[in-house]
């Protein structure tokens, strides 16, 4: 297959944002998209070779698995197995049991069906999983198991049919994705059938040329591949983790993407963009530093805390990039040439790295993460990771009602994330937001133990503008029985995660207003604080993970409230109905803020209450609000 130098650059531009969206700058907001590109880039390049092969009647489906091994295996093991000591020594006994699951989901090629049962990819604790970037990987392979034979059958069958069957594949795809990410964003997210189309993108265009070679016209190839360019940097900087995604709205880097893979010819201005040495040094290394930077970013999380610095972040990003050149250079390379290590060989040694990671893994589960490393004593009562909270609620609680909210919840492992507190009776109480909402679920129910509380839960803001609210705002105006909405988030991050040309005030003042407008008492919660270090650091001192610490300064706090107090303040000033409470104040005093209260630990995790927090923060609001029992 001849070399193509602005594939390179596409590798390059599909991988510097997913380092900076990952690494927090808010500038990539769409970085995310770079995956995207990554699934069109290997869907032409894997059809191409496997057309080429089939022309010249030399296709072997053990050389195309070599091949593609070579490609794949020799990078992932070693960033697997570099991880193990690190993941050995900082991660708490939770984070080990759960990287122990990813080591040998992806050597069974099915991290995204791990990641599906556990993690939101845009959730704050999604960033501290060290291998959560492997679902892509794991989309790939499956897609490569199928795609193939799919091929090999049309080309011995109906030849003239391939472009036309990839066709219909990818618009079936397409619109199951677009339709599934309103019932089920989270299988949209990581299954092959909604991610699909993406590869296929780049299948069509290398299939299309097949049986009649396209004729190239320069104006054409210049206007078509500049639309390319822009269409992918629009999704880079104006999509943001709050897109339906996948959806048609992802049709703009994978159209982008194909528009630059057929276009982008030698004498266009987009190649001459693509195929500088800059880029194409930086395409050369994208895998390495794909696989590099999630564990990195991950690991340095655990161990300095979820608030790093700039400077840390760009040493960080620094230290990816290093490390992927010394990886592309060592290890990719050398592996890909069976010259240098023989097919047998290199077998053998595949083999044996995937027995080995599935059987630590399978064993750091089975061991719950072997807390008998640390020499733990436990300074506080309460419990801490996110188990004791979902099984808490699956055990004395109830599914959602309407059903079909229900279907579309997140999911924590099998327990929906949307749940109420008395089975087959009106609601009267509506809380709603994120995890933040989510996690005054038990408190308040049992507080208001006459009452039928249900929770509305999703990762993105709750707000009416966006989409992924739109059944749940049509439930709560249907519901009238339920005459109080508590609106509770996390309110930094969903600041940050809008869009550049929304404001904050308007939207939430519009779905506020909203509320009020059809004859719901709304309260407003200022949020609990937020710590920079997990849970375990406090309810344990373990000289092996660390100072143990439980406090912060009020100052920590207060600095992030700033962005947003005025506003949940003027909102309950300004409208009718509209109250404001303050949740800090349960937890800070003087010029501190603690996450232990009357002895006993109130997180789960780093800014999440667990069953006694919840429980402790559900008293105090009630205590504050009375009429809630009304």
């Given at each position: 297959m001849k070399y193509r130098a602005e594939i390179d650059g596409m590798r390059a531009i599909a991988?510097?944002?997913?380092?900076?969206?990952?690494?927090?700058?808010?500038?990539?907001?769409?970085?995310?998209?770079?995956?995207?590109?990554?699934?069109?880039?290997?869907?032409?390049?894997?059809?191409?070779?496997?057309?080429?092969?089939?022309?010249?009647?030399?296709?072997?489906?053990?050389?195309f698995y070599e091949k593609r091994a070579r490609r794949i295996f020799p990078a992932l093991f070693l960033v697997m197995f570099v991880s193990l000591p690190f993941a050995w020594i900082w991660l708490l006994p939770e984070d080990l049991k759960s990287f122990s699951k990813s080591l040998y989901f992806v050597a069974a090629f099915c991290s995204n069906i791990l990641f599906w049962k556990t993690s939101g990819y845009f959730d704050?604790?999604?960033?501290?999983?060290?291998?959560?970037?492997?679902?892509?990987?794991g989309v790939e392979e499956q897609y490569y198991l199928v795609f193939p034979l799919l091929i090999l059958i049309l080309w011995r069958t109906q030849k003239r049919l391939i472009s036309f069957a990839i066709a219909g594949i990818f618009l079936v795809s397409l619109y199951a994705a677009n339709l599934k990410i309103s019932d089920n964003p989270m299988s949209a997210f990581y299954f092959l059938p909604?991610?699909?189309?993406?590869?296929?993108?780049?299948?069509?265009?290398a299939s299309g040329p097949l049986f009649k070679k396209p004729k190239d016209n320069d104006l054409i190839n210049q206007i078509a591949s500049a639309i390319g360019l822009v269409l992918v940097f629009i999704s880079i900087f104006f999509l943001d983790k709050n897109t339906p995604y996948p959806s048609y709205y992802t049709l703009l880097p994978v159209a982008g993407a194909g528009l630059l893979i057929r276009f982008a010819k030698p004498n266009t201005w987009a190649h001459y963009f693509l195929a500088n040495k800059l880029f194409i040094s930086v395409g050369l290394i994208s895998y390495s530093a794909y696989l590099w930077h999630q564990p990195i970013f991950a690991?340095?999380?655990?161990?300095?805390?979820?608030?790093?610095?700039?400077?840390?972040?760009?040493?960080?990003?620094?230290?990816?990039?290093?490390?992927?050149?010394f990886t592309w250079k060592h290890v990719e390379r050398p592996f890909r040439s069976s010259g240098k290590i023989s097919t047998h060989r290199f077998t053998a040694l595949s083999i044996a790295c995937l027995v080995v990671l599935s059987a630590i893994g399978a064993a750091g589960d089975i061991k719950d993460g072997v807390p008998s490393r640390f020499n733990y004593i436990e300074k506080y009562a309460g419990d801490t990771g996110q188990a004791p909270f979902y099984q808490y609620a699956k055990q004395h609680f109830f599914p959602c009602t309407p059903d079909n909210l229900a279907k579309q919840a997140l999911m924590w492992d099998d327990i929906p994330r949307c749940m109420q507190s008395k089975d087959n009776l009106p609601v009267d109480l509506i809380l709603l937001g994120d995890s933040h909402a989510e996690h005054l679920f038990i408190g308040l129910s049992e507080a208001l133990a006459d009452s039928n509380i249900v929770y509305y839960a999703k990762a993105s803001p709750a707000l009416t503008s966006n989409p992924e609210y739109e059944e749940i705002f049509q439930e709560i105006i249907r519901n009238r029985n339920a005459r109080t909405v508590v609106l509770s988030m996390y309110w930094v991050g969903?600041?940050?995660?809008?869009?550049?040309?929304?404001?904050?005030?308007?939207?939430?003042?519009?779905?506020?207003?909203?509320?009020?407008?059809?004859?719901?008492?709304?309260i407003v919660l200022n949020d609990v604080p937020r710590f920079p270090f997990?849970?375990?650091?406090?309810?344990?001192?373990?000289?092996?993970?660390?100072?143990?610490?439980?406090?912060?300064?009020?100052?920590?706090?207060?600095?992030?409230?700033?962005?947003?107090?005025?506003v949940l303040k003027k909102l309950a000033e300004e409208l009718p109905n509209v109250r404001y409470l303050s949740l800090r104040d349960f937890f800070c005093e003087n010029n501190g803020c603690s996450m232990v209260q009357n002895g006993v630990v109130m997180y789960r995790d780093n800014h999440h209450l667990n069953i006694l927090g919840s429980k402790f923060v559900g008293q105090k609001i009630v205590e504050q609000l009375p009429d809630l029992r009304n």
């Amino acid at each position: 297959m001849k070399y193509r130098a602005e594939i390179d650059g596409m590798r390059a531009i599909a991988i510097i944002p997913v380092i900076f969206f990952h690494a927090g700058f808010s500038l990539f907001s769409g970085g995310f998209v770079g995956v995207d590109i990554f699934f069109v880039i290997s869907g032409y390049l894997i059809t191409t070779i496997i057309l080429s092969d089939l022309k010249e009647g030399g296709f072997s489906f053990l050389k195309f698995y070599e091949k593609r091994a070579r490609r794949i295996f020799p990078a992932l093991f070693l960033v697997m197995f570099v991880s193990l000591p690190f993941a050995w020594i900082w991660l708490l006994p939770e984070d080990l049991k759960s990287f122990s699951k990813s080591l040998y989901f992806v050597a069974a090629f099915c991290s995204n069906i791990l990641f599906w049962k556990t993690s939101g990819y845009f959730d704050g604790d999604a960033e501290l999983k060290p291998l959560l970037h492997t679902w892509s990987l794991g989309v790939e392979e499956q897609y490569y198991l199928v795609f193939p034979l799919l091929i090999l059958i049309l080309w011995r069958t109906q030849k003239r049919l391939i472009s036309f069957a990839i066709a219909g594949i990818f618009l079936v795809s397409l619109y199951a994705a677009n339709l599934k990410i309103s019932d089920n964003p989270m299988s949209a997210f990581y299954f092959l059938p909604y991610r699909a189309w993406e590869l296929l993108m780049g299948a069509l265009i290398a299939s299309g040329p097949l049986f009649k070679k396209p004729k190239d016209n320069d104006l054409i190839n210049q206007i078509a591949s500049a639309i390319g360019l822009v269409l992918v940097f629009i999704s880079i900087f104006f999509l943001d983790k709050n897109t339906p995604y996948p959806s048609y709205y992802t049709l703009l880097p994978v159209a982008g993407a194909g528009l630059l893979i057929r276009f982008a010819k030698p004498n266009t201005w987009a190649h001459y963009f693509l195929a500088n040495k800059l880029f194409i040094s930086v395409g050369l290394i994208s895998y390495s530093a794909y696989l590099w930077h999630q564990p990195i970013f991950a690991f340095a999380k655990h161990f300095w805390g979820n608030d790093l610095q700039l400077g840390a972040l760009c040493a960080l990003v620094s230290f990816v990039f290093g490390l992927s050149y010394f990886t592309w250079k060592h290890v990719e390379r050398p592996f890909r040439s069976s010259g240098k290590i023989s097919t047998h060989r290199f077998t053998a040694l595949s083999i044996a790295c995937l027995v080995v990671l599935s059987a630590i893994g399978a064993a750091g589960d089975i061991k719950d993460g072997v807390p008998s490393r640390f020499n733990y004593i436990e300074k506080y009562a309460g419990d801490t990771g996110q188990a004791p909270f979902y099984q808490y609620a699956k055990q004395h609680f109830f599914p959602c009602t309407p059903d079909n909210l229900a279907k579309q919840a997140l999911m924590w492992d099998d327990i929906p994330r949307c749940m109420q507190s008395k089975d087959n009776l009106p609601v009267d109480l509506i809380l709603l937001g994120d995890s933040h909402a989510e996690h005054l679920f038990i408190g308040l129910s049992e507080a208001l133990a006459d009452s039928n509380i249900v929770y509305y839960a999703k990762a993105s803001p709750a707000l009416t503008s966006n989409p992924e609210y739109e059944e749940i705002f049509q439930e709560i105006i249907r519901n009238r029985n339920a005459r109080t909405v508590v609106l509770s988030m996390y309110w930094v991050g969903k600041i940050y995660s809008l869009p550049n040309n929304q404001s904050f005030e308007k939207e939430l003042t519009n779905t506020v207003g909203f509320l009020v407008k059809h004859n719901k008492n709304v309260i407003v919660l200022n949020d609990v604080p937020r710590f920079p270090f997990p849970s375990e650091r406090c309810k344990f001192s373990a000289d092996e993970i660390g100072r143990s610490t439980c406090d912060i300064s009020m100052w920590s706090i207060v600095r992030y409230e700033l962005l947003y107090t005025t506003v949940l303040k003027k909102l309950a000033e300004e409208l009718p109905n509209v109250r404001y409470l303050s949740l800090r104040d349960f937890f800070c005093e003087n010029n501190g803020c603690s996450m232990v209260q009357n002895g006993v630990v109130m997180y789960r995790d780093n800014h999440h209450l667990n069953i006694l927090g919840s429980k402790f923060v559900g008293q105090k609001i009630v205590e504050q609000l009375p009429d809630l029992r009304n």
